[in-house]
């Protein structure tokens, strides 16, 4: 009964004021401990030959036909391939099948580095277009949802506190409650 009474009471809609002034109070809280960034990366078979498709020009994004050309060419030979300029997304989880062993990911991170290698099976392409820091905030629009579901929560957490004791009053007026000891 509790449970339905909740579900039928809360209010899930959060406004992008309230989530705001969620972040802008509680910013301390969500400091990241990896890099985030916004890039362009691809993997492809080694034995296909990248540079007649200029692929090693392209994935540069310096001209707007170069992301078309990038997301064609990743639809038919890419064994993974990311790309999206309007979300952030945890480098560790982007460079999840890159071997970066032998590189330095701070300076592949701060230098917004753009640069292709291999391995002995794989092409790897990466274009770091932009960066938060370890020890920052992150912006808020990469926690929305996170905040979104931290709010819902404390007004669940507030409607079963109050309903408990509410529930338990209506129950007693409408039935005969008999205790054993």
Same mark, same amino acid.
């Given at each position: ?12 809609? /959060? ?24 890039a ?19 994935y ?28 952030w ?15 330095? /990911? ?12 291999s ?25 929305k ?34 205790i054993?000891?």
């Amino acid at each position: 009964l509790e449970e339905m009474k909740i579900r039928e009471t809360l209010d899930t809609v /959060v406004g992008i004021e309230e989530t705001q002034a969620y972040y802008d109070s509680y910013k301390n809280e969500f400091i990241l401990n990896d890099y985030i960034v916004k890039a362009l990366y691809l993997k492809i078979p080694k034995d296909l030959d990248f540079k007649e498709e200029e692929v090693h020009i392209n994935y540069l994004l310096k001209n707007d036909k170069d992301l078309a050309e990038i997301n064609s060419y990743a639809k038919l030979y890419a064994e993974n391939y990311y790309f999206d300029d309007s979300s952030w997304v945890y480098f560790d989880e982007l460079a999840e099948d890159i071997p970066l062993t032998k590189y330095n /990911v701070d300076n592949i991170v701060l230098n917004r580095t753009k640069t292709y290698f291999s391995d002995e099976d794989h092409w790897y392409f990466l274009n770091i277009i932009d960066y938060k820091l370890k020890d920052e905030a992150p912006p808020l629009d990469f926690l929305k949802d996170q905040i979104h579901s931290i709010i819902v929560s404390k007004r669940l957490n507030d409607l079963r506190e109050k309903s408990e004791a509410k529930l338990i009053k209506e129950l007693k007026k409408k039935h005969e409650v008999i205790i054993y000891n």
